[in-house]
């Protein structure tokens, strides 16, 4: 096979297209055009590696073919020949994507040394390509890996979630699925109050897993039916600070800390654990506490008598906004902006 570098020359006039076919044919495998007409024609067969060409021809000059050449065979490097009264044109070429342009007269030096520059940047863009190929594909390949341990991650993400979910409503006195209602509820509620929709989805996350650290209460505490004495009553206040204690671990858990912590503070000062007081408490927070609030009133509990009606979770909910509840978030609920099922 002829491992030659290809070289097409294109010039209409006869003695300069053979004289440096001449200089040119021992080194390289060589063909010539009359025009740039012909000339485009062979190299929509296929590329040679460079191109020296006149640039004033008859009916195609050489500048328009430099263009067509690019658009067909991007790296294929071409070389002017120019007149110097063409200089000014030749210089403009470059900005086209000429490599280079030789004045005439020129001597066979010239053209050897210009024709093997130009190879050369052509083996080296050859090069760069082969590599730019090589780390594309490794760029894919990685990014398919990322993709499944992201994907891993997600389904890890869910999984753990849901575990905790059952855990939690387990081990509490709520009745089943409060955790998903509550999270449904809180979701519903930040949409209404234009919170944009990745920060929902975490909200909802958060939500979900709120009580989490209802884990780490003894569950005679937790199961209890009746009032709860003072010292169960502080022990059952550290679940907020258990629960987010737990989360700080989970490094994919982390943006549901907020939520976790200040779900029990309270807009007047009065909750717990910090007495964080109004928008003091991250607005998710604010958020959860009533979508907890108004699904513990909806709902039956082993310990209290059936689940209120929804006038009294209205009333319930308007008596306390501004003390238990933000009003703002009371409010999307009074108004029938979230209806409650
Ligand atoms: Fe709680």
Known sequence: MDNKEKIL???DELAPRESIRMV???TYTVSTAPGALEGLDMLSHGPVDLVVMDIKMPRMDGITALQEIKKLHPDTEVILLTAYASLETARDAIRFGAFDYLIKPFDKDDILLVVEKGLKKRRENAGLKMERDILLGRASYLEDQVTKARNNIITCYEGTVSALILTIDAKDHYTYNHSNRVAQLASKLALELGVPSKVIKEIEHAASIHDIGKIGIEESILKKNGELTTDEYLEMKKHPSIGARIVQSVPFL??????????????DGKGYPHGLKGEQIPLAARIVAVADAVDAMMRARPYREAALSMDRVMEELQENAELQFDPEVVDVIVRGRVVLV
Do not use: S
């Not at 982390?254 to 807009?267: C, D, G, K, Q």
């Open 9 to 11: 020359i294109i010039d």
């Open 254 to 267: 982390e943006e549901a800390i907020p939520v976790i912590l200040n779900h029990h503070e309270r807009y």
């Open 24 to 26: 040119l044919k021992d």
